[in-house]
């Protein structure tokens, strides 16, 4: 027959009490809970709306469309000695020896900037609900038409043109430069950019519902 000596009876019952005195700390919920959260899934931590809105502004030249452009802008004048020549010459007479006929005809490069004007978001135009995003954007138009000086060739010149009649015509290029800019539907591409743009940066910032529009 073996006999067990007192300390080979003593270790078991240390092991038993070390054991039950760990399953009484994790029922306690003290060590248990902090374990059990290492695996349970984090809420989403959404920034406020003054937050998003700033970020958003900080991303708004991210969001122009340009288009390089060349048109030709012209001006011609007639004065009324002009217009008698005309009439006589209708009439198979020699007109006047005065010719007083005047052109201009400038060829203009330039680029023409659209996008949004992202100082107009505001909260009013942003709702927020849990992880789900509403934002309204104001929307696109044309923020810039660059032209240099360099930019304008003087194509034809008859006549004596004052400074200030050669800027009417050159102002006159500058609005051709949006015409062509709106057959080539500069703002509609700006407003679809500035959709896609704002959309995709508010899921990384952890929205999971984002609806977005003009």
């Avoid at 406020?48 to 969001?63: G, R, Y």
């Avoid at 048109?71 to 010719?99: H, Q, W, Y």
């Avoid at 330039?110 to 954007?137: H, N």
Wanted: aromatic share 8%; net charge positive; no cysteine.
């Amino acid at each position: 027959m073996r006999i067990f000596s007192g300390k080979n009876i003593l270790k078991p019952v240390v092991y038993i009490a070390v054991i039950i005195v760990a399953v009484w700390l994790l029922l306690s919920g003290n060590i248990f809970s902090g374990f059990k959260n290492l695996f349970k899934r984090q809420p989403v931590v959404i920034e406020n709306t003054a937050a998003v809105i700033t970020q958003i502004k900080d991303i708004a030249e991210l969001n122009t469309i340009q288009m390089y452009a060349e048109v030709v802008a012209d001006s011609s004048e007639i004065n009324s000695v002009g217009m008698a020549n005309t009439a006589l010459k209708t009439l198979g007479f020699v007109g006047l020896p005065l010719r007083t006929h005047r052109k201009l005809v400038i060829i203009a490069k330039g680029t023409v900037k659209a996008g949004i004007d992202f100082q107009k978001l505001d909260s009013s135009r942003i709702f927020v609900q849990d992880d789900s995003i509403r934002v309204q954007l104001p929307a696109a138009k044309y923020l810039d038409i660059i032209t240099n000086p360099s930019d304008f060739d003087i194509f034809v010149e008859t006549g004596t043109w004052t400074t200030n009649e050669v800027n009417l015509v050159k102002m006159k290029a500058q609005n051709l430069l949006v015409h062509k800019a709106d057959e080539q539907k500069i703002i509609s591409q700006a407003n679809t950019k500035a959709v896609n743009l704002v959309e995709s940066f508010l899921k990384n910032i952890g929205y999971r519902k984002v609806y977005v529009f003009i």
